[in-house]
């Protein structure tokens, strides 16, 4: 009976059930921001490859339209 009631006393399973609580919840929160910033960097990068296009363009040709 002294097995069962120091197994029920322990707490040592607490620990890590509180880390996995808290790490879930910061993923959780990490996609949230994701989802909202994924949008904008989407944006960013498109316009960024249309100015590489340009660039490129620009440097294969005359170079005087540029």
Not at 19 to 45: C, D, E, H, K, M
């Amino acid at each position: 009976m002294t097995k069962i009631s120091a197994f029920l006393k322990d707490e040592a399973g607490a620990v890590t059930v509180d880390w996995v609580v808290l790490t879930a919840a910061i993923v959780g929160l990490g996609l949230l921001i994701f989802s909202f910033v994924r949008p904008a960097v989407s944006n960013v990068a498109e316009q960024i490859g249309k100015e590489l296009e340009a660039a490129k363009t620009c440097m294969t040709t005359d170079g005087k339209t540029c």
